[in-house]
Nanobody, 112 residues
Framework: QLVESGGGLVQAGGSLRLSCTAS???????MGWYRQAPGKQRELVAT???????NYADSVKGRFTISRDNAKNGMYLQMTSLKAEDSAVYYC?????????WGQGTQVTVSS
């Protein structure tokens, strides 16, 4: 089970830190953050592999930082310089083929 937290309402230019906490070890899981805005498809925001390799969507490069702490079964997304277009429900994802795990999502709203 994956549980997100840290979402909320923030002004444009502000920052938020999302957390994803797992009920079991994430050591062997590739992890990631996805988001879905109203009327749009779910899109990848950032991923972090079991070895710590990171990947970002072009739209968030230089503003968002993904990290993980296997000892705490946690994954994080530090979001800075937030824009109105970052508003969405953010989902935590973990996978180890062929298994996929999703959190329930946390709402991020950026006011302009």
């Amino acid at each position: 089970q994956l549980v997100e937290s840290g979402g909320g309402l923030v002004q444009a230019g502000g920052s938020l830190r999302l957390s994803c906490t797992a009920s079991a070890t994430i050591f062997s899981l590739n992890m990631g953050w996805y988001r879905q805005a109203p009327g749009k498809q779910r899109e990848l925001v950032a991923t972090i592999s079991t070895g710590g390799t990171t990947n970002y969507a072009d739209s968030v490069k230089g503003r968002f930082t993904i990290s993980r702490d296997n000892a705490k079964n946690g994954m994080y997304l530090q979001m800075t310089s937030l824009k109105a277009e970052d508003s969405a429900v953010y989902y935590c994802h973990g996978n180890r083929f062929p298994l996929n795990y999703w959190g329930q999502g946390t709402q991020v709203t950026v006011s302009s």
